[in-house]
């Protein structure tokens, strides 16, 4: 059997306001769902929650969508159903009650806006070493953004903003990036994500809405009380807004073994957390079944046919 999770992101048409924006054109998405649907299958719902159960893989995909963007509902969400398909939503929480979009797509809006080295030449001149505290680190240095298709300057711009800086920084210095660069009304956060009767539209018709974190840290950056307060408050947002969940499923911020550790996990399996995707470009197995339900392993949609970023 070959079961496969496909993690997807942006999922929208081309945007002349987002030149450089990395996303998966809505059309190469509908060819990608043929493909996956005459290749491998589609898994529904009940087969892959009985498989949590059982531990045996069933063949077919599992469709996951990270971030609760408004191009999760516009296109992806009605053309799932359209095709009566299942697909996992994966949502951070904070920005609905902060009314300010999250850094980590504060981020994407600069690198979809602006070339690439624009960014990082002014980034050099706010940052300085003592902001960096995690900068040494190997495993953020060598192990992010591997898989993607990035030029050079936005891979440093990525990784010293996600990863290197301490977030008792990183926020204003994103703030101070956007007021340069970009224009007041491309800061909006109300088009930008789905919204709250979305989200409950979205479970009322079959699809699993599932935590995503409050603020999308890297979590192994935190403490375990940091930990367990981004993924609490995210639960409790999200059992509030869909008026009840039928399970607790989660999926890391950025993803790898790096982004997380075991304070992590046993947060997640604290409170009672059915299972949760990591960032892992394999096949899910009977051990991940039975042994590793927090740690399920996912594939990125550009690792298969029509799934590039369009140049």
Not at 281 to 298: F, T
């Given at each position: ?7 997807y ?5 081309s ?5 450089f924006?990395k ?13 996956f ?21 069933v063949k077919?995909?599992?469709l996951t969508?990270?971030d609760?963007l ?10 799932l159903k359209?095709?009566n ?6 949502v ?7 009314d ?5 797509h504060r981020i994407h809006?600069?690198?979809g806006m602006?070339?690439?080295?624009l960014?990082?030449?002014e980034l ?16 953020f240095?060598?192990?992010t953004y591997?898989?993607?298709?990035n ?6 711009v990525k990784r010293i ?10 926020e204003?210095i ?6 340069k660069?970009?224009?007041?009304q ?13 989200i ?18 890297v ?6 009380v940091?930990?367990?307060k981004e993924?609490?408050?995210?639960f ?13 499923t ?5 993803g ?9 996990v ?7 957390c059915?299972?949760?995707f990591n960032?892992?470009h394999?096949?899910i197995?009977?051990?991940?079944l039975?042994?590793?339900?927090q740690?399920?392993?996912r ?5 298969f046919?029509?799934?590039q970023?369009?140049e």
């Amino acid at each position: 059997m070959s079961m496969k999770a496909i993690m997807y992101h942006y999922v929208r048409p081309s945007d002349a306001n987002l030149p450089f924006l990395k996303h998966l054109h809505f059309d190469d998405f509908k060819l990608q769902l043929d493909y996956f649907e005459n290749t491998y299958g589609i898994i529904n719902q009940d087969e892959f929650i009985n498989s949590l159960r059982t531990g045996e893989a069933v063949k077919g995909v599992v469709l996951t969508f990270d971030d609760a963007l408004s191009c999760h509902y516009d296109f992806v969400y009605k053309e799932l159903k359209r095709r009566n398909l299942w697909g996992i939503f994966y949502v951070p929480t904070l920005m609905y009650s902060s009314d300010k979009i999250l850094d980590v797509h504060r981020i994407h809006i600069l690198l979809g806006m602006v070339e690439s080295q624009l960014i990082y030449n002014e980034l050099i001149n706010l940052v300085t070493d003592e902001m960096c505290t995690d900068a040494s680190k190997i495993e953020f240095k060598t192990l992010t953004y591997n898989t993607q298709k990035n030029d050079s300057y936005t891979n440093l711009v990525k990784r010293i903003l996600n990863y290197f800086i301490s977030y008792e920084f990183r926020e204003t210095i994103i703030d101070q990036l956007m007021e340069k660069f970009i224009p007041e009304q491309n800061r909006q956060r109300s088009k930008f994500y789905i919204t709250e009767e979305q989200i409950l539209e979205m479970q009322e018709n079959g699809m699993t809405i599932g935590s995503h974190t409050a603020s999308h840290p890297v979590l192994s950056k935190l403490n375990r009380v940091d930990q367990t307060k981004e993924i609490i408050n995210s639960f409790s947002f999200l059992e509030q807004t869909c008026k009840g969940l039928p399970y607790k499923t989660f999926c890391y911020p950025y993803g790898g073994f790096h982004s997380f550790n075991q304070d992590t996990v046993n947060v997640l399996n604290e409170n009672d957390c059915l299972f949760s995707f990591n960032v892992e470009h394999r096949d899910i197995v009977q051990s991940d079944l039975l042994n590793h339900k927090q740690e399920l392993p996912r594939y990125d949609c550009n690792q298969f046919k029509f799934g590039q970023i369009r140049e």
